[in-house]
């Protein structure tokens, strides 16, 4: 059974600059929901994709944007990056009707100057 | 409001001791789920126990087992026999609204560091 990956692992980008973050969802598992964590802080939920869809966000801006593929796999896209920007981003898997059954990745250490 | 509130910044531990984590939680929906995750260094949150909120059994999972105490609204988490390796940050989290909706919500966490 593969587990959550991530990709890249670190990144460091410049202020208004764009970035694309992967994550690659447990064998078996159909659901990927996005978070940010802030330094000293738990993370907060940024969206949710099942069917390729958003299923359901958080309170963050719309130039977080997101994709789920026919694999499952997702994207986090983040425009016009902003110093506040700066965190872990987590991703987290799971299998639609098992709400308790949600394992994340190790995460994308994201540094905005 | 704050939902999750996890008021020990920091704890430590001797090796070989328990230790309990304290949670408290807010919420209207008579449905709900309550979890523990672990983040060593590393970053990767680590599932260790979760409680739904119509269990009437507090639920265990090998050390760790979460007293959980509805009337209260607190589901802390008790870490028996502490290891060095369970040094790290640890955070509650629940669920809301039954059904498939994943959003967890976090507290600020607890880091634990557990001394030989």
């Known amino acids: 059974e593969t587990g959550v990956t991530q990709s890249p692992t670190h990144l460091i980008k410049t202020r208004g600059q764009q970035v694309t973050l992967r994550c690659s969802s447990q064998s078996g598992h159909n659901t990927v929901s996005w978070y940010q964590q802030a330094l000293g802080q738990g993370p907060q939920f940024i969206f949710q994709?099942?069917?390729?869809?958003?299923?359901g966000r958080g309170n963050f801006p719309p130039r977080f944007s997101g994709l789920q593929f026919p694999n499952y796999s997702s994207e986090l896209n983040v425009n016009a990056l902003e110093l506040d920007d700066s965190a872990l981003y987590l991703c987290?898997?799971?299998?639609?009707?098992?709400?308790?059954?949600?394992?994340f990745g190790p995460g994308t250490r994201l540094t905005v100057t | 409001a704050q939902k999750i509130t996890q008021t020990q910044p920091g704890m430590f531990v001797q090796e070989k001791e328990a230790v309990t984590l304290d949670c408290t939680y807010d919420?209207?929906?008579?449905?709900?789920?309550l979890f523990w995750y672990k983040q060593p260094s590393s970053g990767e949150m680590i599932f260790l126990i979760y409680q739904g909120s119509y269990d009437e059994q507090n639920a265990t999972e090998g050390r760790y087992s979460l007293n959980f105490q509805k009337a209260r609204k607190s589901a802390n988490l008790v870490i028996s026999a502490s290891q060095l390796g369970d040094s790290a940050m640890y955070f509650c989290a629940m669920r809301e609204s039954g059904g498939s909706n994943y959003k967890l919500t976090f507290g600020k966490g607890t880091l634990l560091t557990v001394n030989p």
């Open positions: 987290a898997s799971s299998f639609w009707g098992f709400s308790y059954e949600q394992y």
């Open positions: 994709y099942y069917r390729e869809e958003e299923n």
């Open positions: 919420t209207s929906d008579q449905s709900y789920g």
